[in-house]
């Protein structure tokens, strides 16, 4: 017996799905409340720093996702998935840690290439690896923030802190009894 093939979501169905309503109309609902309890001249403020902060984030979100589309090319999925793929053990927290560590940027930067290496075989403790040592680790905030604001002591005493952490995180979240599935409408090169 044939089994129907998956018919893939379009991109507008992918944007415009569930999440992109709900958002909707939470926003919509508060621009009336808005509305109601501060006046007209709010609601048009606030609409006008929506805009700004939409020029603002969108080159930085194309930026994010062009670098991840490149590490999706650049890196085939079997070097990815025997490097940090389910089977890396030790080695691949390791890696991703250290990778996640040594990502420069914000989130617009690091989630696009989170979700590149998922697409690509990194299973999920490689993923919390990398992203836990972005967020903890960040070698480009330590040099250019912590080192010359909190100096020397305090930056290592940190460090020394929570330095095991991202490969902590990343083994808990191996041994952890939950199935993920691929991003909303991803297709994963496995």
């Known amino acids: 017996m044939r089994h129907p093939e998956k018919k893939k979501a379009s991109l507008a169905s992918q944007i415009l799905g ?22 007209q001249a709010t609601v048009e403020q606030a609409i006008l720093g929506d805009v700004d902060l939409f020029v603002f984030l969108v080159p930085r979100m194309l930026g994010g996702m062009i670098l991840a589309g490149l590490v999706q090319v650049v890196l085939p999925p079997e070097i990815v998935a ?15 840690s250290v990778v996640g560590a040594l990502t420069p940027g914000g989130p617009m930067t690091s989630f696009p290439i989170v979700v590149a290496f998922y ?24 040099l250019v923030w912590e080192l010359p604001l909190l100096g020397p002591d305090i930056t290592f005493y940190r460090v020394l802190a929570v330095f095991w952490m991202p490969v902590l995180a990343g083994y808990i979240a191996r041994q952890l009894p939950i199935s993920s599935g691929p991003p909303p409408g991803a297709e994963v090169t496995r």
């Open 119 to 142: 697409m690509s075989g990194a299973d999920r403790g490689a993923l919390v690896a990398y992203l836990t040592a972005w967020s903890l680790l960040g070698f480009q905030r330590l």
């Open 18 to 39: 569930v999440p992109f309503w709900i958002f909707a109309v939470v926003a919509i609902a508060g621009g009336v409340i808005t509305w109601h309890w501060k006046g």
């Open 82 to 96: 025997k490097w940090v793929g389910a089977e890396s053990g030790f080695r691949g927290l390791v890696i991703a």
